[in-house]
């Protein structure tokens, strides 16, 4: 599959042309085992023991991917952006899950990576306040597993020029994995 046809697959051709090479992705590096995790004050803690989220769990049929969304019933079109991505990054996303604890469902089958889609996703399994504005496009530890946040499916159907930036963050998850491969 070219990178024309995977654009187009994301919907994001003709409206986006790719105006400048994109550059090479760079290797990630994973944090240290003795480095802390990301730090949460009192008041987050607070606010996520007081306000658990059920979330939505759809992994890839190959176990590598775990896609995680706020637990709302998928809309057609969502579904479909959804298959979609997934067969830019030739994948085949699984039956979706029921609304169950994130950790159990990453117990019952491990992910390679962690695509946490959407504020309250990312929010949740990160215990963070800060929008996903400022979260995206790095790499974080959610038990020991990698996670990357990223726009959820509603947000992108209707703000079409944050495909691309979701494309960044996926391109990322891909490349930890093949990271992890090497």
């Not at 003709?14 to 290797?27: A, F, G, H, V």
């Not at 990630?28 to 802390?36: I, L």
């Not at 830019?88 to 019952?108: H, K, N, V």
Request: charge should be neutral; glycine fraction near 2%; include cysteine.
């Amino acid at each position: 599959m070219t990178r024309e046809d995977m654009l187009r697959e994301l919907e994001l051709l003709p409206m986006w042309q790719l105006r400048t090479p994109l550059p090479s992705l760079e290797p990630v590096q994973a944090r240290p085992k003795n480095e802390k995790p990301l730090v949460v004050d009192a008041k987050i803690k607070k606010i996520a023991a007081v306000a658990p989220r059920a979330l939505r769990h759809i992994g890839s049929e190959n176990g590598d991917f775990l896609f995680v969304m706020a637990n709302d019933a998928l809309q057609a079109d969502e579904a479909h952006l959804l298959k979609n991505i997934c067969k830019a990054m030739r994948i085949i996303a699984g039956p979706e899950q029921l609304p169950i604890d994130t950790l159990a469902a990453i117990q019952a089958r491990p992910p390679k990576i962690i695509i946490a889609m959407g504020d309250p996703a990312t929010q949740t399994l990160l215990q963070s306040t800060a929008p996903l504005t400022t979260l995206r496009g790095k790499l974080y530890q959610y038990h020991d597993f990698p996670l990357i946040a990223t726009y959820d499916l509603a947000h992108l159907l209707q703000n079409l020029p944050d495909k691309a930036k979701v494309w960044d963050d996926l391109r990322l998850a891909m490349q930890v994995i093949q990271d992890a491969q090497l």
